[in-house]
């Protein structure tokens, strides 16, 4: 398997130039993931869902990074590489027939619920697309053990395997004071075991930010 980062020689002035930034409003370019959760609003009831996100800012960083209410602080840029969407599905045990558990939760968000995103940026709409685009950044990996015996199984599950999601390259650029919101909408169908279920939508790419 190739490195991630390159091993580069430097010389002291190069190392020195690379820490030392010519003005305190000079900019750098780091990795940047936006992620914003929801942990009340996706739960089996009789109504359709348009659930908002990166709306406002959450004081428990566990959950959402957004520094400012549906924008980014001056001077910062995000260049859009890609959205995902994580359901935040935790493992369960359960009987094995009828199914149930978190493959079932997503299946039905998914699927029965039929889930579309729409991203909105200074009142213009990218969108509506099927959340099955928007793929999960991870989740558990491990051993499943079951008997038969006992009829019984323990599931974990993701919303896809990470590849990028909604794959945007740069298209989409977000500009420092200019309203977004990520939106999450679904038919009333939805049916849950794990209710309410957390969701936590990223935006993802380069973000350019004051050195200083």
């Not at 004081?59 to 001077?75: F, R, Y």
């Not at 006992?150 to 590849?163: C, K, M, Q």
């Not at 939508?201 to 004051?210: L, Q, T, Y």
Request: hydrophobic letters at 45%.
């Amino acid at each position: 398997m190739s490195p991630r980062f390159a091993i580069e020689p430097r010389t002291a002035d190069e190392l020195a130039a690379m820490v030392t930034p010519k003005s305190g409003t000079d900019l750098e370019a780091l990795p940047w993931i936006l992620y914003d959760t929801n942990t009340t609003s996706f739960a089996t009831a009789a109504a359709a869902l348009d659930v908002v996100f990166f709306s406002a800012v959450n004081v428990d960083k566990t959950l959402s990074n957004l520094e400012a209410p549906g924008q980014l602080p001056v001077p910062q840029v995000l260049e859009v590489a890609g959205m995902t969407v994580d359901i935040l599905a935790t493992a369960q045990a359960q009987a094995a027939l009828p199914l149930a558990g978190p493959i079932a939760d997503i299946d039905s968000i998914l699927k029965t619920g039929r889930a579309v995103v729409r991203f909105t940026l200074s009142n213009k709409s990218y969108g509506i697309f099927p959340l099955t685009c928007f793929h999960a950044t991870g989740g558990a990996v491990g051993v499943l053990q079951s008997t038969t015996a006992a009829g019984s199984a323990d599931s974990s599950a993701n919303n896809g395997i990470f590849d990028g999601g909604w794959w945007v390259d740069g298209a989409i650029i977000i500009p420092s004071q200019q309203q977004f919101v990520f939106e999450i909408l679904t038919t009333p169908a939805i049916s849950l075991s794990q209710t309410p279920m957390p969701v936590r939508p990223g935006i993802w790419g380069p973000i350019h930010r004051r050195v200083l």
